[in-house]
């Protein structure tokens, strides 16, 4: 059976007195969630409001491997983000993506994975995202949009089986930036983006048996609104990202974010440019992480200068993968 201490991941760290875990635990959307991504998720909520995790997005648009953010990452700083951020964006490459994500996990680290979704009757591809899709149709079943629909979720849900089947806990961020009107899951207003969550979130839960997902919800910083908010009960982690022009904390987004879902989930920073200063963090932008996006929004000096980028991963505040606790480290065999 397991213990208390079991259950928060073993950091001997008390619950914060948050009113999301005044009553016990804190639980996620997925009723039946693995081992793996409770003790996960708890680890977060005792971290929210007093450090965060330092997170980075690799490049998935060159076929020769990932890792470039990382070298460049450890030659700047000495150090290795808590948080690697995937991307199943071309088909020819998401093999290759979840045998990165599996040994980031194997080595300690923190899983986090997005979709580029390209419209479905059009094919995959970060331009196919920006292009239109008849959503409305595609909640319809019997239609030929529903199909294609489907089709892709069931074939992205296969690649989180592989996660989820070496015990991966990942961190889950579909359709992101959905309120603003440049990717299609965002252009045809809130009441069909919630429709497009539930059904995703049901279809991987109850068909797909997707236990290893936390749920993280992304607005596009310019448009924080509640319309869009699918509710408690199909989000683990709520955030947003502006791509900010300094190394502010990007209070106003957090406050943005907080007002809507208050203290019942973590609030991320789940997309940046400048990394924020970790001076500036608190109560008023307690990011439970931040995720640097890839290439030159890292590399850039203009972006993230690399004497602020060594200091910035040397603070207290920022936990970066040599802090992580060493349960994090997923093994191969039985899942838990």
Same mark, same amino acid.
């Given at each position: 059976?397991?213990?208390? /201490?079991?259950? @928060?991941?073993?950091?001997?760290?008390a619950?914060t007195?948050?009113?999301?875990?005044?009553?016990g635990?804190?639980?996620?959307?997925?009723?039946k969630?693995?081992?793996?991504?409770?003790? @996960?998720?708890?680890?977060?909520?005792?971290?929210?409001?007093?450090?965060?995790?330092t !997170?980075?997005?690799?490049?998935?648009?060159?076929?020769? !491997?990932?890792?470039?953010?990382?070298?460049?990452?450890?030659?700047?700083?000495?150090?290795?983000?808590?948080? @690697?951020?995937?991307?199943?964006?071309?088909?020819?490459d998401?093999?290759?993506?979840?045998?990165?994500?599996?040994?980031?996990?194997?080595?300690?680290?923190?899983? &986090?994975?997005?979709?580029?979704?390209?419209?479905?009757?059009?094919?995959p591809?970060?331009?196919?995202?920006?292009?239109?899709?008849?959503?409305?149709?595609?909640?319809?079943?019997?239609t030929?949009?529903h199909?294609?629909?489907m089709?892709?979720?069931?074939?992205?849900?296969?690649? @989180?089986?592989?996660?989820r089947?070496?015990?991966?806990?990942?961190l889950?961020?579909?359709?992101?930036?959905? &309120?603003?009107?440049?990717?299609?899951?965002g252009?045809?207003?809130?009441?069909?983006?919630?429709a497009l969550?539930?059904?995703?979130?049901?279809? %991987?839960?109850e068909?797909?048996?997707l236990d290893?997902?936390?749920?993280?919800?992304?607005?596009?910083?310019?448009?924080?609104?509640?319309a869009?908010?699918?509710?408690r009960?199909?989000?683990?982690?709520?955030?947003?990202?502006?791509?900010?022009?300094d190394?502010?904390?990007? &209070?106003?987004?957090?406050?943005?974010?907080k007002?809507?879902?208050?203290d019942?989930v973590p609030?991320?920073?789940?997309?940046?440019?400048?990394?924020?200063?970790?001076?500036?963090?608190?109560?008023?932008?307690?990011?439970?992480?931040?995720?640097?996006?890839?290439?030159?929004?890292?590399t850039?000096?203009?972006?993230?200068p690399?004497?602020?980028?060594?200091?910035? %991963?040397?603070?207290?505040?920022?936990?970066?993968?040599?802090?992580?606790?060493?349960?994090?480290?997923?093994? &191969?065999g039985? /899942?838990?």
């Amino acid at each position: 059976m397991l213990t208390r /201490r079991d259950l @928060l991941g073993g950091t001997g760290l008390a619950l914060t007195s948050r009113p999301a875990l005044a009553a016990g635990l804190p639980m996620l959307s997925h009723p039946k969630a693995s081992q793996a991504a409770q003790r @996960l998720y708890r680890y977060l909520w005792s971290l929210y409001g007093r450090q965060t995790l330092t !997170g980075q997005q690799e490049q998935n648009f060159r076929h020769d !491997g990932g890792g470039h953010e990382l070298a460049y990452l450890e030659r700047t700083t000495g150090r290795q983000p808590a948080l @690697l951020g995937f991307d199943y964006l071309d088909p020819r490459d998401n093999s290759a993506v979840n045998a990165r994500a599996i040994a980031w996990s194997r080595a300690g680290g923190v899983v &986090s994975v997005c979709w580029h979704w390209g419209a479905p009757d059009l094919g995959p591809g970060y331009d196919n995202a920006k292009k239109d899709f008849d959503l409305e149709a595609a909640l319809r079943p019997g239609t030929p949009q529903h199909g294609v629909m489907m089709r892709d979720i069931d074939e992205v849900a296969r690649l @989180l089986v592989q996660l989820r089947d070496a015990n991966v806990p990942v961190l889950w961020r579909p359709l992101h930036e959905f &309120s603003g009107d440049w990717f299609w899951w965002g252009k045809h207003g809130a009441e069909r983006f919630k429709a497009l969550w539930a059904l995703m979130h049901q279809r %991987f839960c109850e068909t797909h048996h997707l236990d290893n997902l936390i749920w993280v919800l992304g607005w596009a910083g310019q448009n924080v609104d509640a319309a869009w908010y699918p509710g408690r009960a199909l989000v683990d982690i709520a955030g947003a990202d502006l791509y900010a022009s300094d190394h502010g904390p990007l &209070s106003s987004i957090f406050a943005a974010v907080k007002a809507i879902v208050g203290d019942s989930v973590p609030i991320c920073l789940h997309e940046n440019g400048p990394v924020p200063d970790p001076d500036l963090l608190g109560p008023a932008a307690d990011w439970v992480w931040f995720m640097t996006w890839h290439t030159g929004w890292l590399t850039d000096p203009a972006q993230n200068p690399p004497d602020l980028l060594r200091r910035y %991963f040397a603070s207290d505040r920022y936990v970066t993968k040599d802090e992580l606790p060493a349960w994090l480290q997923t093994r &191969s065999g039985r /899942r838990g």
